[in-house]
């Protein structure tokens, strides 16, 4: 499986942004993809994350704001930004799990930058 990340840039804060995470390979047995980010100096965290089955859960600091959701025909799943805050800088990953005969496996895509000015 391989993760392509895109749409991040500079936005003032208030502002909205919306990534893409298009994927392609052997997708079929992805159950999660989920949104992660890391801020200069801080641990990647989970932003936001969907199932294969639609459920979604966010983090508690962008309930509210954004909005994960997914386009089956184009193999693409996208985190729609709004009120975008300076803290919500940083460097944005996609992520996506499979379950198969090597159980739970991590995909990773390259990450895209947001950056937030107050």
Not at 29 to 58: C, D, F, H, M
Not at 78 to 95: F, H, I, R
Request: charged content about 15%; hydrophobic content about 35%.
């Amino acid at each position: 499986v391989q993760l392509q990340a895109s749409g991040g840039g500079l936005v003032q804060a208030g502002g909205s942004l919306r990534l893409s995470c298009a994927a392609s390979g052997t997708i079929s047995n992805i159950v999660v993809w989920a949104w992660y980010r890391q801020a200069p100096g801080k641990q990647r965290e989970l932003v936001a994350r969907i199932t294969s089955g639609g459920s979604t859960n966010y983090a508690d600091s962008v309930k509210g704001r954004f909005t994960i959701s997914r386009d089956n025909a184009k193999n693409t799943v996208y985190l729609q930004m709004n009120s975008l805050k300076p803290e919500d800088t940083g460097v944005y990953y996609c992520n996506a799990v499979s379950v198969g005969g090597r159980g739970l496996v991590d995909y990773w895509g390259k990450g895209t930058l947001v950056t937030v000015s107050s």
